[in-house]
C-alpha cells in the first residue's frame, strides 16, 4: 500500500516553515518511526527530528501524527487508517528543525516542583545509613504516576499550555503528585509556593486532553485533580500528616519481615 507522508519542516536559515510530502510503501506493522528513517534513508536525507530507544520507553519521537500527539516509534501506519499522514512537531516548545523541538521549558518546569524525595533531617538526606522500607500498597498510591517518561505529549495537547507557557504543565504537577503520594517524602511544604501559585495547578481548566494523548496512561489530568485536593485540604487544616516511612539499616535484615512487608508467594503448577 501506498502512503503520502506530509511532514512539516522548518529550517532556521529560512524564514518560513512548509511541507513537504513523500510517498513510501508500508507493509503491516510499520511504524511511523520506521517510515520516516526509510524517508531519510531513501528519499530525503535533510529530513531531522529526534529518535532513542524505539520501544516507547524514551519518549525522544515524541510529535503530532494526524493531530494527536504521538510517540512515532508506537504508531503503526496502517491502523491510522488513512492515505494521508501529516507529521508535525509538538505543539508549545520551539521548533528547531523540523520535528525537533527545545523542551528546555518542560525540564525547567519539572525541575521547578522538586521532583525527588525531600526528607525533614537534613543529615539523614545527605548521609544516609538507612534505607526506607515501602509496602506493596504504599507503593500502589503512586505507582501510575511514576511510569512518566517526559515526552512532552501531554504539554503539546495540553489547551491552557499552549496559551501560557509559564503554565506549570500536566507532567510536572503530575510529578510533583508522585512524590507527595511516597510515603517516604515529607516535601509538600516545600512545594507548595510553585504549586500553588497562578501559574500553578488550579490554572488547570481540567479539559483532560493530556490523559488522552499519555502514550504510558500515566493520567496526569486525575493526577492534578488530586492535587487540587490535597492544597485545599491542606488550607483548610484538614490535610492528614503524612505517616513518614520506616528507616532500615543497609544490608541489615529484619529478624522477622511484618506481613504488610511480605509480598505474596508464586508458585508454578505443571500443566495437566
Request: glycine residues 4%; aromatic residues 10%.
Amino acid at each position: 500500500m501506498i502512503v503520502k507522508f506530509k511532514v512539516f519542516r522548518y529550517n532556521p536559515s529560512l524564514e518560513k516553515p512548509y511541507y513537504s510530502e513523500y510517498e513510501l510503501e508500508v507493509y503491516k506493522g510499520m511504524t511511523v518511526l520506521e517510515a520516516l528513517n526509510e524517508i531519510k534513508a531513501k528519499i530525503d536525507s535533510t529530513l531531522s527530528w529526534r529518535q532513542s530507544c524505539r520501544m516507547g520507553v524514551c519518549g525522544s519521537c515524541a510529535m503530532v501524527i494526524n493531530g494527536k500527539p504521538s510517540l512515532a516509534c508506537q504508531t503503526q501506519v496502517l491502523e491510522l487508517k488513512s492515505d494521508e499522514i501529516i507529521i508535525e512537531p509538538l505543539k508549545s516548545f520551539p521548533v528547531i528543525k523540523d520535528l525537533a523541538c527545545d523542551l528546555n521549558n518542560l525540564f525547567r518546569h519539572h525541575t521547578s516542583v522538586k521532583p525527588y524525595i525531600i526528607r525533614k533531617d537534613l543529615e539523614e538526606t545527605t548521609s544516609p545509613d538507612s534505607e526506607f522500607i515501602q509496602t506493596p500498597e504504599e507503593l500502589e498510591n503512586y505507582l501510575q504516576f511514576a511510569y512518566c517518561i517526559k515526552c512532552g505529549a501531554c504539554i503539546s495537547a495540553c489547551p491552557i499550555s499552549q496559551s501560557n507557557e509559564e503554565f506549570l504543565g500536566p507532567q510536572a504537577l503530575m510529578s510533583a503528585l508522585r512524590y507527595i503520594y511516597d510515603n517516604r517524602d515529607d516535601g509538600f511544604e516545600d512545594r507548595l509556593s510553585i504549586l500553588d501559585s497562578p501559574n500553578g495547578c488550579f490554572r488547570c481548566h481540567f479539559a483532560q486532553s493530556c490523559s488522552y494523548v499519555c502514550p504510558k496512561g500515566v493520567d496526569p489530568a486525575k493526577a492534578i485533580q488530586y492535587l487540587k485536593r490535597e492544597i485545599v485540604l491542606y488550607s483548610l487544616g484538614i490535610k492528614k500528616k503524612k505517616k513518614l516511612a520506616q528507616t532500615q539499616k543497609l544490608g541489615e535484615k529484619l529478624s522477622e519481615v511484618p506481613e504488610k512487608y511480605k509480598y505474596p508467594e508464586f508458585t508454578l503448577s505443571k500443566p495437566t
